[in-house]
């Protein structure tokens, strides 16, 4: 298995940029498809994108695409999320997650490991 620690969540204005960490330990990062998402008080949990297990393509959520890109170094066994034009309503906790299913997916259930979350919070 995987373990996923994510970083580099804060405060920040509307407007501003953002750029969180996942941090993989344990079983050879390389081998698994990632995505991140995040979740809102009292609301459920949103895919925000994913990125495939060699880093060669990339899938966003129209919420996002355009504002965030996700990356990765599979050397360094860490994901990236760049985040710009921050806006109020991205305010959440944000988490990476592992997959070792071929093919991506846009829910929750298609993760096999998590993360912790980190906190994101946009003042407008």
């Known amino acids: 298995q995987v373990q996923l620690v994510e970083s580099g969540g804060g405060l920040v204005q509307a407007g501003g940029s953002l750029r969180l960490s996942c941090a993989a330990s344990g079983r050879t990062f390389s081998s698994y498809g990632m995505g991140w998402f995040r979740q809102a008080p009292g609301k459920e949990r949103e895919f925000l994108g994913a990125i495939t297990a060699t880093g060669g393509s990339t899938y966003y959520s129209d919420s996002v695409k355009g504002r965030f890109t996700i990356s990765r170094d599979n050397a360094q066994s860490t994901l990236t999320l760049q985040m710009h034009s921050l806006k109020p309503e991205d305010t959440a906790v944000y988490y990476c997650?592992?997959?070792?299913?071929?093919?991506?997916?846009?829910?929750?259930?298609?993760?096999?490991?998590w993360g912790q979350g980190t906190q994101v919070t946009v003042s407008s």
């Open positions: 997650a592992a997959t070792a299913r071929p093919i991506l997916g846009d829910r929750s259930s298609a993760y096999d490991y």
